[in-house]
């Protein structure tokens, strides 16, 4: 049984940096999803795609991000220059098929708990 545990999150001042880890823990045998990604989800809105990474090491970012969020090899995600309006719970996610890999969260069918980020 495989567990995705993000770390990292906090709060943070506008214009700051904050980097999100993703481990996933329990054995990856049999493992299916051939995408990773961060999801977020912020108070009364829907649950947006933030940026995903493929078995192939092709990398896809919400237009809202971009230029400030780099996804990583690694499943990390490094954000820079954030703003009031990231604040979210963000989840490490795993899915496979062209919902994912578009960065649609449909696509994604195994998260993690989340952690808050919180910009003021």
């Not at 493992?31 to 092709?58: H, N, T, Y």
């Not at 896809?60 to 820079?80: C, E, N, W």
Request: hydrophobic share 35%.
């Amino acid at each position: 049984h495989v567990q995705l545990v993000e770390s990292g999150g906090g709060s943070v001042q506008a214009g700051g940096s904050l980097r999100l880890s993703c481990v996933a823990t329990g054995s990856t045998i049999g493992w299916q999803f051939d995408c990773m990604a961060w999801l977020r989800r912020a108070p009364g809105k829907a649950v947006e795609g933030v940026a995903a990474i493929d078995s192939d090491g092709r990398t896809r970012s919400a237009d809202s991000v971009k230029g400030r969020f780099t996804i990583s090899p690694d499943k990390s995600l490094q954000m820079d220059n954030l703003k009031p309006e990231d604040s979210a719970m963000y989840y490490c996610a795993a899915g496979r098929g062209v919902d994912a890999h578009l960065l649609r969260p449909s696509g994604y069918g195994y998260w993690g708990q989340g952690t808050q980020v919180t910009v003021s």
